[in-house]
Every structure is written in C-alpha cells, then in structure tokens.
T-cell receptor
Framework: DQQVKQNSPSLSVQEGRISILNCDYTNSMFDYFLWYKKYPAEGPTFLISISSIKDKNEDGRFTVFLNKSAKHLSLHIVPSQPGDSAVYFCAASDGDKIIFGKGTRLHILP | ETGVTQSPTHLIKTRGQQVTLRCSSQSGHNTVSWYQQALGQGPQFIFQYYREEENGRGNFPPRFSGLQFPNYSSELNVNALELDDSALYLC?????????FGSGTRLTVV
C-alpha cells in the first residue's frame, strides 16, 4: 500500500516551458513534504519543501503547491532547463519517518 | 507488489560499537543503494550493490561496509560508531531506474 504516489513514471517537457510533477499521499498524519532531484549514481538532492501549514512555497524556478484537502502536492519548474533532466522524488514525513514516492523521470527536450 | 522493508526502525548504540542495518529489496529488484540522512539534510549516497557486488560508493570511510545477498536483500554495517553517525539510514531497491525506498532506520549514537 503506497502512502506516497507519483503516478507518472516519466514526463517530457520542451525547454523553456513549465514542468509540473504531481504527487498524492494517503496518510493525513504527514505534516512535511519534500521534493528531491536525483542524477544517476548519486543520492537524491534536496530541492524544496513545504510544511502542512502552508499551501505554497517558492524558491527561484521551483514552486511547490500543497492541497491538503485533496492530499495532493505538485512541483512546478519554470522555465524548464536541460539540467533539470533527472528523476524527481516526492517524499512525506510525519516527523518520525520519511516515505518516498517511486519517482518521475523528467526529460527536458531541446 | 512487496515494498522495501528496513529493520530495525529505531536503534540506539554507544560510541565505538558496531551496528548492522537490514533491508529487504522489492521483488525483482537487483540493485540496492544505501543513504545517510542527517537531521536537516538530504540523503547522502553511501554505496550501491548490483548482483552482490559493490558498484558505486560515495564519500564514506571504510568502516561503512555492506553486503547484498542472492535474494537481493542487503545489510549496511558500520564499525566504530561515532556520534556523527546518528542519522536516518535509507535503503532503496531499483531495477532499470525505478526506485523503491524503505522508510528508514533511525540510528542514535550516544
């Protein structure tokens, strides 16, 4: 039973356009959400996070939106750049453990 | 599908002791990687095993060692524990780039 779901295994976006990565969760006890970016043979790199008391957090080209009623969060990357091609993981924490989604592979097309 | 299970979930050890953490891989996944996530930081890559052999290693000293078994489950061993080894240890199994993370073992060294 997956508590954190990323339903799109892969996504292709034209360079310069907006990339939107989606994530759904089931556990209402999660109060902190994170996005990680991963290149091959490296560990996930922290990108951006959001607390459950907020509905939006922005950091440069990256914005995370949280819809608690829908148990849904999304990561927006604007504008998308070639270096953004990687696997993106959504993760959720209840303060005790962290649960990762399976990842979405983002391809930025020239 | 079975997920990735890590054991134990929590552990307290004394400085200088040795610890073994365990990870069962998702069925069909032949690659396992281990990560250390210290408080407030992203996961740091420790090493990766593919078909029982180490095929990638991050910047961790030799006292961090591992094993992968024929059933693709694995162990992380840490000798001569130091206080800074206190962290959440994550394992992830993968097959052709699809990752499944365990929920971690929280190790506290006192």
């Amino acid at each position: 039973d997956q508590q954190v779901k990323q339903n799109s295994p892969s996504l292709s976006v034209q360079e310069g356009r907006i990339s939107i990565l989606n994530c759904d969760y089931t556990n209402s006890m999660f109060d902190y959400f994170l996005w990680y970016k991963k290149y091959p043979a490296e560990g996930p790199t922290f990108l951006i996070s959001i607390s459950s008391i907020k509905d939006k957090n922005e950091d440069g080209r990256f914005t995370v939106f949280l819809n608690k009623s829908a148990k849904h969060l999304s990561l927006h990357i604007v504008p998308s750049q070639p270096g953004d091609s990687a696997v993106y993981f959504c993760a959720a924490s209840d303060g005790d453990k962290i649960i990762f989604g399976k990842g979405t592979r983002l391809h930025i097309l020239p | 599908e079975t997920g990735v299970t890590q054991s134990p979930t929590h552990l307290i050890k004394t400085r200088g002791q040795q610890v073994t953490l365990r990870c069962s891989s998702q069925s069909g996944h032949n690659t396992v990687s281990w990560y250390q996530q210290a408080l407030g930081q992203g996961p740091q890559f420790i090493f990766q095993y593919y078909r029982e052999e180490e095929n990638g290693r991050g910047n961790f000293p030799p006292r961090f060692s591992g094993l992968q078994f024929p059933n693709y489950s694995s162990e992380l061993n840490v000798n001569a524990l130091e206080l800074d080894d206190s962290a959440l240890y994550l394992c992830a199994s993968s097959f052709w780039g699809g990752y499944t993370f365990g929920s971690g073992t929280r190790l506290t060294v006192v």
